[in-house]
């Protein structure tokens, strides 16, 4: 199989990359900057691609990939940042902050190149840059300029590196994936033959080699992640697998009995820990943010860890862990902590699992797509997102059971609208916030004063980046109704008409 090696420099196109090439059916591993050269070559890549970076080349402490991944003998292709490194390296010339190019650019193709097979000899492309190659290194020649004279592609002589200085993977850049397909099929000789079906054939052979006759232990949140992957290895290893399922009180309406029914109908083992007169208690009178995550978290791995201790004999722990979670945490460098996230991820050294992560090699809608094979039902594998603290972080301000039943009453209303117009499935995520603020209405004669409810719906590909949804009036027009008529304690709802950056998508 066919394996391309994606060395993330920081950019947030890296991952569109992956896609990208995943979508020709070509297996990607993404590995951060600062990757050993050992480790490329262990990933046996019949091409390299260096991805986009915010640094500049020539600054000191400026992200620089381990210039032997250029001497494995494969073609190497460096995309905007990736073009500057090769330059560099190979003896060409970067300068910094003449003419920085922001936006789509015709550029004009310059000799033939592979590359731009079946391509017109200009079109447009997505730039982001400061920097730019000024002289190309020895033996290599520019393909392609800007009308401003900036070398907007260049290839060496001996035909295996190449350097682009705009982004492919972006549909704003014409014939894009076509460059990236010559790339990958004329210029790295893949086949293209990455194939679900084999995946998990090939998957449920290697757990079963790893677990051997060990018992594994999952935490089940009702989220598409993990449910497959407790399907898969489930599919694997039969009864060694015991899920926990712990109940802290912030799911949905209906959604802790419907997840363990689907769960049922998988064959899962699965405890049920109804643990929400914890959770709810500990959280009472907490409004930070933070706090509550933190609080959520600790409880969550006190509950799982007391759980698991009945259970006996375990040796692994099965986490949900998929590929843009890799990334996300693996690879930039010094990044702020936005949110701690709740995961099972920080359980205590004492329990000493072993960790499988069968999923870590695939994106959102692969996980889907398995989840499809393996029968795990469309109500888990299509759902939306719900984050590990749950309505604790949509329920803003104080969280007390009666909030969080007005909330759920809303929610229910929302996503029922949703589903009903034909809109869920093609929305990222959709959920609705209660408001600590409260508001004056007036309900038949009568003045009410209660609190506001926010509709949050975004689209995005992996959750870093986001566009709220453009849902149409009529369908928020009748979901605002119904809120406002049908669940007491609220009397106005307001839109979030924000993307991420600069929001993030829960609001807390
Ligand atoms: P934000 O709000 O950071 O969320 O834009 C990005 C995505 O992550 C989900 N999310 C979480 N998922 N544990 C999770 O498993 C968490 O603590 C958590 N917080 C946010 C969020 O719903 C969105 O899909």
Redesign the pocket.
Known sequence: MDNIVIVDCGSQFTQLIARRVREMRIHSTVLPWDVSVERVRESAPSGVIVSGGPDSVNDEGAIAVQREILDLGVPVLGVCYGMQLLAKYLGGQVVSGEKPEYGTTPIKREGESRLFKEIPESFDVLMSHGDRVKQVPPEFRAIANTKHGVIAAMESDDGRFFGLQFHPEVGHTQHGSLILRHFLFDVCGCKGDWDLGNWIDRSVGEIRDRVGKGHVVCGLSGGVDSSVAAALVHKAVGRQLECIFVDHGLMRLNEARQVLESYEGLGLSVRHVDASELFLGRLAGVTDPESK?KIIGELFIKVFDEESNKIGEVEWLLQGTIYPDVIESGSKKGSAV??S???VGGLPEHMKLKLLEPLRDLFKDEVREIGRRLGVPAEIVDRH?????GLA?RCLGEITRERLDVLRAADAVFKEELVRAGLYDSIW?SFCVLLPVKTVGVMGDGRTYSEVLALRAVNSAD?MTANWTRLPADVLDVVSKRICNEVRGINRVVLDVTS?PPA???WE
């Open positions: 995550r936005i949110k996230h709740h995961n997102p719900f984050p590990g603290p972080i995520q959750a991420k993030t998508i829960e």
